[in-house]
């Protein structure tokens, strides 16, 4: 349950459900015909702040005698100088109690204290709680915060991250269950320790380098590279297979902008855009992750006035530097980044609201439904639903996908990224093309049938021009 003050993401009530989207009668029936249908069902769990309106929090505001007095991080006056991820101070002061507490997102959205084993123990209790109801996994939200060092000025990814994971989830009932961090502190050792099944604490992690190319912190782009693109994943890569840990494969989720208006071309050839994206991706060593819409190709919207957005960021950013910037500079800005590309409601039609419901939604309608819908594309020649049916066939029937080795073919143009996948006797060739057009002129691959393209090839060679875009998977 939840204020919405962060969609969502400002818990008031653990145990309980949010009353816009139902009751907690609705959620065991929505358990009980996923489980019928074969399907598994994950929970996003936000461990590190909750709402203020919580009781625990409301009980702490009151003073230091009472039992929920050390839930949160309060200080008679800030121990440093850190800023709230949504802008502003993350140092909040409490009149009541006549100390600051620490949000490192929204005011509303106050740090938990991890330190205090009270804390520990509430949180066990709630994964239990949903655990019990068969919920089968958790996606949990900036994980690595949740251990702090105040001396050291780090907060999140702490000296006692690994034993707080480990405490949660590290349990008899808990051993089914499928988890994966949101961790933007990630790196090689990190996920290291916190996917290896000795540990018992991760299933997976995200991480976000791929995310993050281009990106300023005033909501700018520098430019992207999609050369840098393909770096990144082969060294994720060679990481996961060196490793023997699983590796999420995603390019888009609810906090991120759509990812073929960033690096590709979300006009013209949107198709091929979202097609050879979903190609680079999901045919790697990994876990594919699909966020709403992707399988459609869907793009980033817009909007006119600052009042249309819902993303407390984007909002906040505005607001801060209105009188500093000019008002279409910033919209631009905001358009571009703000996480509501991700969040405009699904299209289901070009019916009003596109057929999301019969009545105005929480936010404003995706502004191309009528042109970029799931009726039309499943209906389209070029449809992007189908393509990803395809892609997805392809990947469970070829074990090399799922299990086999990655090797990069070097010496190739740096506007494409090729790659081959092995196992046993089975031996996939993947040629991906950016957005320009090349000639591929690959030494020792001279013949391969033509399994996959985006081009509507029935047949090609694996040698010669590509068009922009363009992917075409071979078996050898």
Excluded at 19 to 42: A, P, Q, S, W, Y
Excluded at 174 to 191: D, K, L, M, P, Q
Excluded at 397 to 403: A, D, G, N, R
Aim: with cysteine; hydrophobic share 35%; charged share 25%.
């Amino acid at each position: 349950k939840s204020p919405n003050d962060d969609c969502g993401y400002d818990i008031s009530d653990y145990c309980d459900i949010m009353d816009e989207f139902g009751t907690l009668d609705d959620l065991k029936k929505l358990v009980k015909e996923m489980h019928g249908r074969g399907m598994k069902l994950i929970l996003d769990l936000v461990a590190n702040h909750s709402s203020t309106a919580h009781k625990w929090f409301q009980e702490s505001r009151k003073g230091k005698d009472n039992p929920y007095s050390d839930y949160y991080y309060w200080f008679d006056n800030p121990p440093n100088d850190w800023t709230a991820c949504f802008g502003g101070s993350a140092w909040e002061y409490e009149p009541l109690r006549n100390q600051y507490y620490l949000h490192s997102y929204a005011i509303s959205q106050a740090d938990l204290n991890w330190e205090n084993p009270k804390v520990r123990e509430e949180m066990k209790a709630v994964v239990d709680f949903w655990v019990a109801l068969g919920v089968d996994g958790f996606r949990c939200d900036v994980l690595d915060q949740i251990s702090k060092d105040f001396p050291k000025k780090l907060n999140g990814n702490g000296p006692r991250l690994h034993e707080f994971i480990h405490e949660l989830f590290g349990r008899p009932n808990c051993e089914h269950i499928f988890t994966v961090g949101e961790c933007w502190s990630a790196n090689e050792t990190n996920i290291r320790e916190l996917t290896l099944d000795s540990r018992k604490e991760l299933s997976t992690v995200f991480q976000f380098q791929h995310l993050s190319i281009g990106n300023r912190d005033d909501y700018g782009i520098t430019g992207v590279d999609l050369s840098q693109l393909k770096k990144i994943l082969v060294k994720w890569q060679h990481f996961a297979i060196e490793n023997d840990t699983l590796y999420t494969l995603f390019f888009e989720n609810h906090d991120q902008l759509r990812y073929i208006s960033k690096f590709g071309n979300d006009q013209e050839l949107r198709y091929e855009s979202a097609t050879m994206f979903a190609t680079q991706f999901f045919l790697l060593r990994g876990v594919p992750f699909l966020y709403q819409g992707q399988e459609i190709g869907m793009t980033n919207s817009y909007s006119k006035n600052i009042d249309e957005i819902r993303d407390i960021q984007a909002f906040n950013y505005y607001h801060e530097n209105k009188e500093r910037l000019p008002h279409d500079l910033l919209m631009k800005a905001v358009n571009f980044r703000n996480r509501d590309n991700a969040r405009r409601p699904m299209p289901w039609n070009d019916s009003a609201y596109a057929g999301f419901s019969t009545v105005e939604p929480w936010i404003p309608t995706y502004l191309r439904y009528q042109e970029i819908n799931v009726e039309k594309d499943l209906h389209s020649d070029r449809s992007v639903y189908k393509f990803y049916q395809n892609l997805l066939s392809l990947r469970k029937s070829h074990p090399s996908v799922t299990l086999g080795d990655f090797k990069e073919v070097q010496e190739v143009p740096e506007s494409c990224f090729v790659y081959e996948r092995i196992l046993g006797k089975e031996h996939l060739l993947v040629v991906i093309n950016f957005k320009d057009s090349t000639e591929l002129n690959l030494k020792g691959y001279s013949k391969g049938k033509l399994i996959l393209s985006n081009y509507d090839h029935k047949t090609r060679s694996i040698n010669g021009a590509y068009q922009p875009y363009e992917i075409a998977v071979f078996q050898l």
